[in-house]
């Protein structure tokens, strides 16, 4: 006898069926495929097997080998057919889900053609409904207004090249004054010299040394030696002194004394001392002015290159001089090599016997000297000497001696310089300006803080190599105007 069953148990009873039937069901479905996929590939390989072997391409099976083919490829079809409700569960091809994804990406394309259509139509709707532009006025019948000038700004007023201006010095003498209105470029050099010098030596008791004059325009500035120092105190003094005469400088260094030209000229055509005290050289030419050398009566000087420039202002400044006071000069040139240079070194009369006349004075000084008797003559001879021989050399170098009693004027001119040379312009003032005619000076011939001078330069250095000028070649007379200013 059965009992009757609670209605509750029954519903659990019927849940819990359910719910291993629909457990259950993908397990079998995979123990299924798992069975029907061997199958497949077994077929798959006995068909490609039996095409190969039809076309004569494949091995040569025996009768027996034939029949297990055909009945394998029988099993397999059996068994796809016994199985053909599970043929959907197999794996798609790959080319469905290419097939797809190019489906999606022209739907994508439609799309975006017609986000694109939309916003033209857009555009479109604005552009209508915006108001037309207005319609541009009529040019004027008058010419149109010129440009404005524009000032240029600092950085290009500063890259314009600054021309040199001419200066017209003007100097207004009162009623009965008694002054030459004449004064030559010599006198203001030798006047501004002079000047500076009695200041020096007001000053201090040990002064330094003038060692160029730089001819600019507007001013003319000293260049003193850096040893011994000036100080502060001194500079203000003589500054002072020299304003007290109506010449206005300031320094702009410890050795750089800068002077007004005109106030210069001022006080030279005031001063009654103006007698030349220097051999003036033209060393160097920069871009404000030429550079002057003021040697002294004891100095030698050695003008290595062309010598033209600087013989010749040399010579200019010397014959300048009154008769009184131009020192006596004595010329060696025994190959005429002063006639290829300029009218006014071509008309300096050479003497045969130019050494042995200066040797001769040299030991008439130390004979008086000795002696204690002193002569009237003042200024020492000049001697010039050009393309000095080995021959010559003996009677030479007691005049280039320190304190020898002439001032020498050394040209080495195209030659190859002497080998005893090289002493000499290691010790004296030296000029050089190369030129494709006149070669340049030997590294052993300059001292080592000196640099190498190219064509169409000019390089100056006093002994030692310590001070150093480097420019232009100098002018000489005949190139740049040297007579009288207008005063």
Known sequence: MKLPSHPGTARRLQLKRERSEAVGLPGRRRR?????????????????TALLQAAWKGLELPQTGVLLLVGAQIFCLWGLWHWRSLLPLLPAP?????LARVQRREQHQERRLMLSRWQLLQLALRTSAQRPPPVPRPARSSPPRPPRRRRPSRQARRAQVQRVRPILNIQFVPAGRSAPLLVTEQQIHAGAVALVSDALQNTS????????????PRRLVCQLAPTPIITG????????????????GSWSDDTMLRLRRDSVMSAVGRANNTAEEYLWVPAVRTRQGQVWWPLSRTEHLVIAGQPQAALSGAVGRL??????ARPALLVHDPDGRLQEFDDQLARLPAQADALAAARRIQ???RFTHERGSRTGASQLPLLIVVTPAETAWPDLAPLLAPGSGIQVVLVLGDREPLPVLRAVCHRLPVVEVPDIRFPALPDAFRPASV???NNGQALAWLPGGQQVWRGLPPLSPAGRSDSPEVA
Do not use: N
């Open 94 to 98: 790959p080319w469905q889900q290419t």
């Open 233 to 248: 105190a001194q500079q203000r003094e003589v500054s002072r002194m020299l304003q007290v005469h109506g010449v206005l």
């Open 363 to 365: 030991l008439e000084a």
């Open 319 to 324: 014959l300048a001089l009154p008769d009184e």
């Open 205 to 216: 008791p040990d002064p330094p040394a003038l060692l160029a004059l730089h001819d600019e």
């Open 32 to 48: 299924r495929l798992g069975q029907v996929l061997p199958f497949l590939l077994v077929c798959l390989a006995g068909a490609v």
């Open 451 to 453: 640099p190498v001078a």
